[in-house]
């Protein structure tokens, strides 16, 4: 069945960095979009970034654009959520997902859902 295990979350300082993974297993990984999301306590999951299927073209939350950065690497069935300039209100438990319909910034457009990552950013 489809897996995605999520890693590299942590307590970083604000202005620190830090990369999360996603690994994929059971899936065609290189025919699909993948995505980032995450939810802070009390709040609604909400897009962070995707990436198409080969790479080239990716999408941002207006929130993270110019700090984090998607990318994937098919040959190793990963996707990566490089994440620089962090603030506080990053913190929250970040997921990975595969994209099945059409949209790219609306959680009801993935599935096969990770555990998510924790990232806490103290300031």
């Known amino acids: 069945q489809v897996q995605l295990v999520e890693s590299g979350g942590g307590l970083v300082q604000a202005g620190g960095s830090l990369r999360l993974s996603c690994a994929a297993s059971g899936l065609t990984f290189s025919s699909y979009v993948m995505g980032w999301f995450r939810q802070a306590p009390g709040k609604e999951r909400e897009f962070v970034a995707a990436?198409?299927?080969?790479?080239?073209?990716?999408y941002y939350a207006d929130s993270v654009k110019g700090r984090f950065t998607i990318s994937r690497d098919n040959a190793k069935n990963t996707v990566y959520l490089q994440m620089n300039s962090l603030k506080p209100e990053d913190t929250a438990v970040y997921y990975c997902?595969?994209?099945?319909?059409?949209?790219?910034?609306?959680?009801?457009?993935?599935?096969?859902w990770g555990q998510g990552t924790q990232v806490t950013v103290s300031s």
């Open positions: 997902a595969r994209r099945y319909s059409s949209g790219y910034y609306d959680s009801q457009s993935y599935g096969n």
């Open positions: 990436i198409s299927w080969n790479g080239i073209s990716t």
